[in-house]
Structure formats: C-alpha cells, structure tokens
C-alpha cells in the first residue's frame, strides 16, 4: 500500500492558489479541486442538485439542467444567510466526495485545493495545510487584468476569513506576489518535502 501525503491547499480570492495547484501537479502530484466537485454538483443527476433549485429557483439556467453560477454567486456573495444556506447543503458533500477521491488515489502526494477550507471545517481531512498569500496590490492588479471589478473582489473577501487568519493556522505557506521563478523555487522545495513526509520522514 503506498504511503500517503494529503496536503490541503487554500488561500483568499485571486491569490493564484489554482496556478500554484497546477504546478505541483506537473510535478505529479494528485489534484483534486473542492470546486470542480461542487461545480458538479450544481448539474441535474446530482444528488444534491433537487436540494440546490428548492432553496435557489431563481438561480435555475434556462432548461433546468444546471444552476447558473454566475447568478448565484451574485446572490450568495450580497447575503450571508443565503450563502450560508447554500453551504450547507454543498459543504457535507464536497467533503465526502473530497474523502472518496483520496482513498481511491494511489500517488504518494495528494493535493486539494478548497478556497474555503477553514471556513468549512474540512481541516481533519488533511495531514498538512498549505496557504497561498499575495499582497493585496499584486492581487487586485491580475484580478483586474482579468476582468473583475474592484466591488466584486471586496465582496468575495468579505465572504471568507481574513487572509492573515489564514496564514496563521498553515503549516505552509507560499507567497505568490513574487516572480513566476521565484513561486516555482518554493512550489518545488515543498514538492521534495512532501515526498519526503509521505516516505515517513521527518526532516524540516
């Protein structure tokens, strides 16, 4: 049986936690992404898809297939109660879903990438958590690049713990304001190190 390591990766919005997911990735690490999972879980044939459009009708795509996203992240994002409600009916299944993944994987390192890890409580599933940082000036600069409005990013920030909260309960962290060559340096010291937790071990 191979032994494993299950690091949970998270951070606050636009702080480019998918790109350094994908570089560990490329080192070969397992990939699993909360939000694909509950993306998923927004089309009909899911089992918590009827659960979704009772509590989000107005959210409903044309066709009724599946949730507009974009729709519901607007209304979700302007009231917490409503996002609150909506958690709960996806968070118990992410995790479940997150769990059977893991078990089924056979590679020695295990990334998962779950923006609201903390704020779920999905820390117990992790062996180790790392938090990717970015200062605020940098990550306001790329979101705008790709399009978000200022008013937006803020609402989303609102909607998660603070991210010096964040940095203060990982084992890890990653600071992605730097140069693309300088995340990569960081990105492949951790890959060695989670290599070497998941032989059993110990070095610092």
């Known amino acids: 049986m191979v032994q494993k390591i299950v690091v949970g990766l998270t951070?606050?919005?636009?702080?480019?936690?998918?790109?350094?997911?994908?570089?560990?990735?490329?080192f070969g690490a397992e990939l699993i992404d909360a939000d694909d999972i509950a993306h998923?879980?927004?089309?009909?044939?899911?089992?918590?898809?009827?659960?979704?459009?009772?509590?989000?009708?107005?959210?409903?795509?044309?066709?009724?297939?599946?949730?507009?996203r974009e729709m519901l992240a607007e209304i979700v994002f302007q009231d917490p109660k409503r996002r609150k409600e909506l958690e709960a009916i996806i968070h118990p299944y992410v995790y479940e879903k997150i769990k059977e993944k893991i078990e089924a994987s056979d590679k020695r390192v295990i990334l998962v990438e779950v923006p609201l890890l903390f704020e779920a409580?999905?820390?117990?599933?992790?062996?180790?958590?790392?938090?990717v940082t970015c200062n605020s000036t940098v990550k306001l600069k790329r979101l705008r690049y790709k399009g978000f409005p200022e008013a937006e990013v803020r609402a989303r920030e609102r909607a998660q713990m603070l991210e010096s909260l964040k940095a203060q309960k990982a084992d890890y962290l990653i600071d992605n304001s730097k140069t693309i060559y300088q995340t990569?340096?960081?990105?492949?010291?951790?890959?060695?190190?989670?290599?070497?937790?998941?032989?059993?071990?110990?070095?610092p």
Do not use: T
């Not at 990569?184 to 070095?203: M, T």
């Open 40 to 68: 998923a879980s927004m089309k009909k044939g899911s089992p918590i898809f009827d659960a979704i459009i009772e509590n989000f009708e107005e959210a409903l795509h044309p066709g009724g297939k599946k949730m507009d």
């Open 121 to 131: 409580g999905f820390e117990k599933l992790f062996d180790k958590i790392l938090v």
């Open 11 to 26: 951070g606050g919005f636009g702080v480019g936690k998918s790109s350094v997911a994908q570089r560990f990735k490329n």
């Open 184 to 203: 990569q340096r960081e990105i492949e010291r951790l890959w060695y190190k989670f290599v070497n937790l998941s032989k059993g071990a110990n070095k």
